[in-house]
């Protein structure tokens, strides 16, 4: 039997000083308010996907993806409606109005195409059963959701 010793090296570490990052330009007042806009509206996005998850879930769609990407793009919610699946789009604004008009054919397009990609992954392919909601929601936090709305 061959015996292993252990070594340390208990000698004080070399540090090697990194180089100062280079100076960064002062935030304007315009970008901070933007890039502050950009963080609120992501993050009304989420708390709008969870209020309509749990809408969902509570009428017996159980969920199986939130914000699933592929290359076509991104899905806000997928659920389970027996062997099919529901691709829902969430929109929330001041009004259900304003929502329903921040929908452009080009996100109709993309989350079409993403749902293609989606069913690709499932044993009937795309002869898989898909439905097409879009949730809208107000600031009231409301919740309209219009069934099969890519007709």
């Not at 389970?80 to 691709?87: A, T």
Request: glycine share 8%; hydrophobic share 40%; net charge positive.
């Amino acid at each position: 039997m061959t015996a292993h010793q252990l070594a340390f090296d208990f000698a004080d570490p070399v540090v090697v000083p990194r180089p100062s990052p280079a100076p960064r330009a002062p935030i304007s007042d315009t970008r901070r308010a933007r890039a502050d806009r950009g963080a609120m509206g992501y993050h009304a996005g989420l708390s709008a996907e969870v209020q309509v998850a749990r809408d969902y879930e509570r009428r017996g769609y159980p969920l199986v993806a939130r914000r699933w990407r592929g290359k076509a793009g991104e899905i806000d919610l997928v659920f389970c409606d027996g062997d099919g699946f529901v691709f829902v789009e969430v929109k929330k604004s001041r009004s259900f109005d304003r929502a329903i008009e921040r929908l452009s054919r080009h996100q109709i397009r993309r989350v079409m195409k993403a749902a293609e990609e989606f069913v690709g992954d499932q044993p009937t392919g795309s002869l898989t059963e898909m439905r097409f909601d879009v949730a809208l929601l107000n600031t009231h936090g409301m919740i309209r959701v219009l069934e099969n709305a890519f007709l």
